[in-house]
């Protein structure tokens, strides 16, 4: 199910993470958080802008449709697609 009220961002959560994904990169055995519903989960179930924004896919399907999406208009914020996502509605 799709949802638009985003959850409020931790920005403590966010900068771990971030620090984390500098130092780890891909590795599996590391544990990110998702800034969303805050469960720990390895990099091959987050999305991100390399580490900033992270959400889980979960999240990502359930507030944008799709892990894609998710990382076009949360993660990265790209305008374009942001605006063409408004006129939708
Ligand atoms: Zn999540």
Redesign the pocket.
């Known amino acids: 199910m799709k949802t638009n009220k985003l959850p409020k961002i931790d920005n403590e959560i966010n900068f771990h993470n971030r620090e984390l994904f500098k130092r780890h990169k891909f590795d599996g055995t590391i544990k990110y958080t998702?800034?969303?519903?805050?469960?720990k989960?390895d990099i091959f179930s987050m999305v991100s802008n390399n580490g900033e924004r992270m959400?889980?896919?979960?999240?990502?399907k359930?507030y944008f449709g799709s892990p894609m999406i998710a990382v076009n208009t949360f993660c990265i914020g790209i305008k374009s697609h942001i605006n063409e996502l408004k006129q939708k509605r």
């Open positions: 998702c800034l969303f519903c805050k469960e989960k959400i889980c896919t979960m999240c990502a359930k």
